[in-house]
């Protein structure tokens, strides 16, 4: 069975759960199923997906989490490990991937406020 899935894009962002419109797909990352490892007050940590390639070259500038069938789950800001006011962090200091590059994921959670 195939789980959801975290969708890696170029700006422009869309409204929340619109369809992505001019934005370029970088890499898409399949989370493992079943996706859900513990919740832990109200955070919930998802099983980290699997490694993946970029798919094309270029500035990380939002995300989108989709279930296994395609529906919106959450799209968010990409920033850079230490930003506050993103939803998704990439280490390493750049939001920019490169076509074949390698991405992971080290923590995959979700919080109500």
Same mark, same amino acid.
């Given at each position: 069975?195939? &789980?959801?899935? !975290?969708? !890696?894009?170029?700006?422009?962002?869309? &409204?929340?759960?619109?369809?992505? +419109?001019?934005?370029?797909?970088?890499?898409?990352?399949?989370?493992?199923?079943? $996706? !859900?490892?513990?919740?832990? +007050?109200?955070?919930?940590?998802?099983?980290?997906?699997? *490694?993946?390639?970029?798919?094309?070259? +270029?500035?990380?500038?939002?995300?989108?989490?989709?279930? $296994?069938? %395609?529906?919106?789950?959450?799209?968010?800001?990409?920033? @850079? *490990?230490?930003?506050?006011?993103?939803?998704?962090? @990439?280490?390493? %200091?750049? *939001?920019? @991937?490169?076509? +074949?590059?390698? @991405?992971?994921? $080290?923590?995959?959670? !979700?919080?109500?406020?």
């Amino acid at each position: 069975m195939q &789980a959801g899935r !975290l969708k !890696l894009y170029t700006l422009p962002r869309p &409204a929340a759960g619109q369809p992505a +419109g001019s934005a370029v797909l970088l890499a898409e990352l399949p989370f493992k199923y079943p $996706s !859900l490892d513990v919740v832990v +007050g109200k955070v919930l940590t998802l099983r980290n997906p699997d *490694t993946t390639l970029a798919q094309v070259t +270029g500035e990380v500038g939002w995300g989108r989490m989709e279930s $296994s069938v %395609g529906e919106w789950i959450a799209d968010g800001d990409v920033g @850079i *490990t230490g930003d506050t006011d993103k939803e998704f962090l @990439i280490d390493g %200091g750049s *939001t920019l @991937i490169y076509a +074949g590059g390698e @991405i992971s994921v $080290s923590v995959a959670q !979700l919080q109500e406020p």
